[in-house]
Each structure stands twice: as structure tokens, then as C-alpha cells.
């Protein structure tokens, strides 16, 4: 557990010092306002969250000067720095990781390098997630390990253990933020005419907090003397880390195949939920019913189809034999104070007109994606293709739903190559019936595994 008092005092110390050597941390946070300003929206509520000295809020104030800005530090000598800038913002002295703010009470979170120093980090952009309002923008940079690893190979090299803070593994960040829409990593260097220049900007900045001792003396001259024979360069790995909250609560379930169990688990997860259920288009009604007719038979409230075709053949090839022509315009969701469960048609990659499929037509919609696939062999190949597919459109991919006999194995593979997370993995049901699915829908708490958007 990092220690919040001696991070929050370190901040505090270097309030009056920091802009002076924050050359890297303006640079950044000036970047992220320029890409929020370029998404074109119009808040009225921004959260800026770790906001120190006020860099980035100063930019966001800019780029929308009628929004009310909000302004969130541990360190209170931090915010008294950027009161000053930012007269009419409101300001609260508050850990990251605990904000007392509603759910639902921004347009715009931010933060530009500070939730480094939060002890869980994906819990917590959960947790800042669940602030936005529907249709809002969560923007984060943040420190990646990696960062002044100069200076750490040049205590090393000096035989000493590195005195340095925590970082979080890239690796392993992409997998626990399976859930936001994209992390983008750059690194940026910053070079130095002597090694102990170094020095004296992290204690400008208020960032020498370290995970054990500090280095004696002697030992720190020796490995300035190795960082500067390196070249006296100080790196930072950033990743910036978006999600954006979709304008209605709800999932578009798609699947690596047809007929891989999408229909029973869209049941599953509208039950769960508390949804109501939506198959925008669906084909081979001269075969049977159609899924809308099941999910109507396992108890629950479903919206009439906008497109019903006969062949049980992709949209596409389906509405060429009926002379119909479909377009991403013939599609808009129902109207509902519910959560939307909508289910595409066969796999994410399925064709819907001459150049859109299942993946656009979620895009089109605005909803994440739960990807159904089997757990029996070729699963690996079959289910990362298919997340590679989603994520090339830029589909925001919630988690994968595993459907047959548990197979660990696969799942580890899915789980650790896709960078994705299982949402669940279901069995095959003995009796499908409504009781079953309830059943199976009361024991698996999807709510909770989704739940900073349900």
C-alpha cells in the first residue's frame, strides 16, 4: 500500500516549485486537452482529478470556458497554486482512490499523471467511470514502468537495489483495463546536462516518494556518476487511457460464430441485467421463429425486429435475394428507460450491407461488446480474431462470455493473448427453460462485473 500522507506532503513541499521544472507533465496534459477538445463536446460538468498546480484544468477551462470545473488533489498546497489560476472552479482535497462525488455528475473526468499513485488503479477508473454521465469521456495519462529507466539501470549498474516507486506493467494494465476503449503508450525523453539535475527536478516536482530506503550518500554519487556515463536522459512511458460511457445503458452481445450460444446468453445477461432485449436484424424466419420469439418465451420484454429477412443467410446476402437494400441509418435503438440487451446477427465480422458488418453496426449504435464464443478446440484461434476484428473498428469490447465444458486452458490463452477479460463461462444448460436461465442469470452477477455502467 502506498503511503497517501508522505505522497500528499512530498506534493505539497513542491507546490511552489513544481510548474517551474513540470516541462513533461505540461507537455502531456496540453496534449490531452487538445484531443478532448477535438472529440467536439460540450460539457457542462469536467472533473479534473489529481490536478495539482492546475495544468490540464487550466487547458480544459480553455477549450470550454462554460463548463464548471471541478478540481481534486491530495496535496492542499497544490490546489492553493491553482486556485489562483482558476478563481471560479470549485476544489476538494481528496484521495483519488475514495472521491465522495454521485454517480453520474460529470460530462468530462480527467487526469494527466497523478493515478501512478493509486494502489489499484483499474478499480479505481471503475470507480471514475461510474461518474460520467451517459455519453460522457473518461481521459487519462499515467506513468508506466519503465520511466527514469536510465536512472534505474544506473543504480543497478552501481550495485545497488533501485530506490524508485512502482510503476504499472503495461502487460498487465492492458489486461486489468480490458474494459475502456483504447490505451495508446508513448515514450518521451528528457535529457540533462548533469545527473544530479535530475535530482533536483523530482524534488521539484514532489515525485522522490520511493518504495523502500533512500540511497545513502555515497551510493546515490555513484549512480549518478553510471546515469550520467549512460547519458544522463530521463524517460517517461505515458499511457493515455480512454473510455467513453455509450448514451444508453447496454450491451451489443456478437459472437465469434453463429449458432455459438449468443441467443441464450443475450437471455442471460437481460435477465441479469434488468434489460429488455432488441435483435435489430434477423435472418432465416422461413426456418423457424427467430430469437425474439425465445426471448419472449423465457419471460422477457422484447422490441419487434427493425429488419426480418427469410434465408438463414448473412443480412447482406439475405437481402440481395429480397431485392432489399440495408444501410447503418435503417437502425436506431428503441426507446426505453431500461437497459438494452441487443443481439447481432451470427459472428462480430458477419456482413450487414456492402461494407459494414456486425462490428460497425455496434459502433453505429454506441453500445460495448460482450463476445460470445465456444470453449472447445480452436476457440484460441477463432476468439482472437474475432477480438482483433472488434477492436480494428474501434468497438469497445467489454469481456468475452466462454460457452460448453470448462477448459481452463483456453480460457488462460483468451484471456492473457486477447487482453480481454471472461465475463463469465457457462455450461451447457440440461433443461433451457426460463427457470434455468434465471437461474444462471441470479448466480453470476454480470451486473457487477459490468456494473460502472449498469
Not at 490531452?32 to 457542462?44: N, T, V
Not at 487519462?140 to 545497488?160: F, H
Not at 445477461?269 to 435483435?279: R, S, V
Not at 436484424?281 to 425486429?305: I, Y
Request: overall charge negative; aromatic content about 6%; some cysteine.
Amino acid at each position: 500500500m502506498k503511503d497517501k500522507r508522505a505522497i500528499a506532503m512530498a506534493f505539497g513541499r513542491a507546490a511552489a516549485s513544481y510548474d517551474a521544472v513540470a516541462e513533461v507533465q505540461t507537455h502531456v496534459a496540453r496534449g490531452l486537452a487538445r484531443k478532448l477538445a477535438a472529440l467536439g463536446l460540450r460539457p457542462r460538468a469536467v472533473l479534473d482529478v489529481g490536478a495539482g498546480t492546475g495544468g490540464l484544468a487550466v487547458e480544459l477551462a480553455r477549450a470550454w470556458p462554460d463548463a464548471l470545473l471541478s478540481l481534486v488533489d491530495l496535496a492542499p498546497p497544490m490546489l492553493d497554486v491553482a486556485r489562483g489560476k482558476l478563481p471560479d472552479a470549485e476544489f476538494l482535497v481528496a484521495d483519488a482512490e475514495d472521491l465522495p462525488m454521485a454517480r453520474e455528475s460529470f460530462d468530462v473526468v480527467a487526469s494527466s499523471m497523478a493515478l501512478q499513485w493509486c494502489d489499484d488503479l483499474a478499480g479505481t477508473l471503475r470507480k471514475l467511470a461510474g461518474l460520467l454521465r451517459p455519453g460522457g469521456v473518461l481521459a487519462v495519462t499515467t506513468l508506466l514502468d519503465g520511466t527514469w529507466g536510465s536512472w534505474r539501470a544506473a543504480q543497478i549498474d552501481a550495485g545497488l537495489v533501485p530506490a524508485m516507486q512502482k510503476l504499472p506493467d503495461e502487460a498487465e494494465l492492458r489486461r486489468e483495463l480490458a474494459f475502456v476503449s483504447r490505451i495508446e503508450v508513448e515514450t518521451l525523453l528528457r535529457p540533462y546536462a548533469r545527473g544530479r539535475q535530475f535530482l533536483r527536478d523530482v524534488a521539484r516536482l514532489g515525485a522522490g516518494v520511493r518504495d523502500g530506503a533512500a540511497l545513502a550518500p555515497d551510493d546515490l554519487a555513484r549512480a549518478v556518476v553510471r546515469f550520467e556515463a549512460m547519458g544522463a536522459v530521463a524517460e517517461y512511458r505515458v499511457a493515455t487511457i480512454w473510455l467513453q460511457r455509450p448514451a444508453r445503458a447496454g450491451v451489443f452481445v456478437s459472437g465469434t460464430d453463429t449458432d455459438v450460444g449468443k441467443t441464450v446468453m443475450s437471455a442471460v445477461l437481460t435477465h441479469a441485467l434488468g434489460a429488455e432485449y432488441w435483435k435489430p436484424v434477423q435472418t432465416g424466419l422461413s426456418e423457424d421463429a427467430g430469437d425474439s420469439a425465445f426471448l419472449r418465451r423465457m419471460g422477457l420484454r422484447v422490441h419487434p425486429n427493425a429488419l426480418e429477412l427469410q434465408a438463414f443467410l448473412s443480412p447482406y446476402a439475405a437481402a440481395v435475394l429480397e431485392n432489399k437494400r440495408v444501410s447503418l441509418a435503417d437502425f436506431t435503438l428503441p426507446e426505453t428507460d431500461l437497459p438494452l440487451v441487443v443481439e447481432g446477427a451470427g459472428g462480430i465480422a458477419c456482413p450487414l450491407d456492402e461494407t459494414h458488418d456486425m462490428g460497425d453496426l455496434a459502433l453505429h449504435l454506441g453500445l460495448p461488446v460482450v463476445l460470445v464464443a465456444r470453449t472447445a478446440l480452436g476457440t484460441i484461434n477463432h476468439t482472437l480474431l474475432a477480438i482483433e476484428h472488434a477492436r480494428a473498428r474501434g468497438v469497445q469490447l467489454l469481456g468475452v462470455i466462454l460457452v460448453g465444458h470448462e477448459n481452463s486452458s483456453n480460457r488462460a490463452e483468451i484471456e492473457r493473448r486477447g487482453n480481454v477479460q471472461i465475463l463469465l463461462e457457462c455450461p451447457y444448460f440440461e433443461r433451457l427453460d426460463q427457470e434455468s436461465i434465471v437461474s444462471m442469470a441470479r448466480s453470476v452477477h454480470l451486473r457487477e462485473r459490468l456494473g460502472w455502467q449498469f
